[in-house]
């Protein structure tokens, strides 16, 4: 293949892989939007949902046929993931509502490592294949270049995903009362917007997010309960670069980043796959010291 | 004031406390249908707490009836649904929402959308600061623009008691002079009853008909308008000599 070819074949699966981190990192940002904090227990809830998406997927197959079922089981997916998340803010962080930051923060530490365990015990800790439409190894060609399938599929999702959700957040009553708790809850709560209701909304959408992400991530590389560990660095990464408060810059530094790493990777001889890992968290390293907010994220103004 | 069937409001004897700290000791509140009545007081003495017992934002004591029923306890939602709007203490401006949103915001609970576009292209006349900046973020206005911001939020909600915590706060002295003309035009215009927390006696006596001066959490004096403006103490303490 030419030089040409492999180059845009890199971009092309790293911005798949990376937009797998960006839906992680933007389901992070709804819920710190939502609730302020952040929520290390949004990879476990993903894989959790996809589990739940590959048992009714199962069920229905034989009935219904391969395509139907696995649509179906992802629809189940979704819809147990929105009720999962609005559970677990509604039982378990609704009980820390006047808790300090950090421990919320150890609470979804808490409910992550719940999480995993329950899955390993109901499903298993070895990773078993997710029946998807397609196989992880079909590809187009475009012109000279071939391009896998997954990842057209996979960053074409997450970018319809993320329009929806942005029409969700500026076009409807729902999204300004979610953007409202997110500014300032006391003060919405003022104006009669159900604060915790919206809570569970933004825990709801977040889990469903994260479980797309993780059922598009497990037809390519098989389902396990440990699944997101790896992807939930990248996905912080990410929210930091990006800004915590800037759903866009997620998504941007998200891209940002797979690319950078996946260049760097094949590229530069000395990072080469071993080091590889390490360029985001000299991404990391360098926003921080020059930008400590993010890239696109807001400084914290006190006006009195 | 003997408690009557017409007041809209009455607390009684209402308690709070933060943590081990009693802030009301015994505070009793009348404000009637339409009725305005001014909450005077040093700092500490409770006037900001009182506001919070009525909304639901901090727990209380004692008796706090809107409408006949009891409303003390109610979550600060469900007390905002009955038609109470409290403008809070720093406005509770929705810094990253637009002018637009926050307006937007405050008729969350309306389904009038006729009547929600009326009322505010009738505030957008009335500010027309707010109008000129409709598709700014809040946190982009200045002191006195949020503060009208805040005030019109909260009338946005079409409330029939809206309670101000202090809006002059932070304002330049012309600035707070033109927040209370609008707040007074609107109360002429609208009916609304009001309950207004302020420091600065003058600007309070432009808008409500009654006034209670609260010290560590007390009511310590009240009567109407025109015979607290002659008594000496109140001239001594809040009207500046």
């Known amino acids: ?304 | 004031m003997a408690p009557s069937e017409r007041n809209l409001l009455e607390l009684t004897d209402v308690t709070a406390f933060y943590g081990p700290v009693q802030v009301l000791e015994s505070v009793s509140i009348q404000v009637p249908e339409s009725g305005a009545v001014g909450i005077l007081g040093a700092n500490g003495a409770g006037k900001t707490t009182t506001l919070r017992a009525i909304s639901g934002t901090v727990r209380a004591g004692g008796s706090i009836v809107y409408e006949g029923q009891s409303i003390r306890g109610f979550k600060p939602e469900k007390v905002a649904s009955l038609g109470i709007a409290h403008v809070p203490e720093g406005r509770g401006t929705l810094g990253n929402l637009t002018v637009r949103e926050n307006l937007m915001v405050g008729a969350y609970l309306r389904k009038d959308r006729q009547q929600i576009a009326t009322d505010l292209d009738y505030l957008l006349e009335l500010f027309p600061n707010l109008k000129a900046r409709i598709k700014s973020n809040a946190s982009a206005l200045s002191g006195g623009e949020q503060q009208m911001l805040a005030v019109s939020r909260a009338f946005m909600a079409k409330p029939r008691l809206l309670i101000l915590d202090e809006p002059s706060l932070g304002l330049a002295p012309s600035t707070a002079r033109n927040v209370y003309n609008a707040i007074a035009q609107l109360r002429k215009e609208s009916g609304i009853a009001m309950l207004v927390v302020e420091q600065n006696a003058n600007l309070a006596f432009s808008v409500v008909d009654s006034v209670t001066v609260l010290e560590t959490g007390r009511n310590v004096l009240s009567g109407t308008t025109a015979e607290l403006r002659g008594n000496d103490e109140i001239r001594k303490a809040y009207l500046g000599g």
Do not use: C
Request: without cysteine; proline residues 3%.
């Open chain 1, 1 to 304: 293949m030419n030089p040409f070819g492999t180059f845009v074949q890199l971009v092309v699966d790293a911005l798949a892989q990376g937009s797998l981190y960006a839906a992680l990192a933007l389901a992070i940002v709804l819920v710190n939007q939502a609730t302020g904090l952040v929520n290390f227990a949004q990879g476990g809830m993903a894989v959790l949902g996809s589990y739940i998406g590959m048992t009714i997927g199962g069920l229905f197959i034989p009935l219904v046929g391969s395509t139907a079922g696995i649509l179906i089981g992802i629809i189940g997916a979704v819809a147990a993931s929105l009720l999962l998340g609005a559970f677990v803010e509604r039982f378990v962080m609704r009980r820390f509502e006047r808790a300090e930051e950090d421990t919320k923060v150890v609470a979804t530490i808490g409910v992550l490592t719940l999480i995993v365990g329950l899955v390993g015990l109901i499903w298993g800790f070895n990773s078993i294949p997710y029946p998807f439409f397609f196989t992880s190894s079909e590809s187009i060609r475009i012109g000279d270049v071939s391009v896998s399938v997954w990842s057209i599929v996979t960053f074409l999702t997450i970018i319809a995903l993320m329009g929806v959700l942005q029409l969700l957040f500026r076009g409807t009553k729902m999204g300004l009362g979610l953007r409202a708790v997110a500014d300032n809850s006391p003060s919405a709560a003022l104006s009669g917007i159900r604060v915790g209701g919206m809570r569970m909304v933004g825990w709801g959408l977040a889990a469903a997010l994260g479980t797309i992400a993780a059922i598009l991530l497990a037809s390519k590389s098989g389902l396990a309960p440990n699944n997101f560990d790896g992807i939930l660095v990248y996905a912080l990464a990410a929210v930091v670069i990006g800004g915590l408060d800037s759903p866009i810059g997620a998504v941007v530094a998200a891209l940002g980043i797979t690319v950078l790493e996946s260049l760097a990777a094949a590229y530069i001889p000395w990072i080469g796959h071993d080091l590889k890992v390490v360029v985001p968290f000299v991404l990391i390293f360098v926003v921080l010291i020059v930008r400590p907010q993010g890239l696109f994220g807001r400084k914290a103004v006190v006006r009195v």
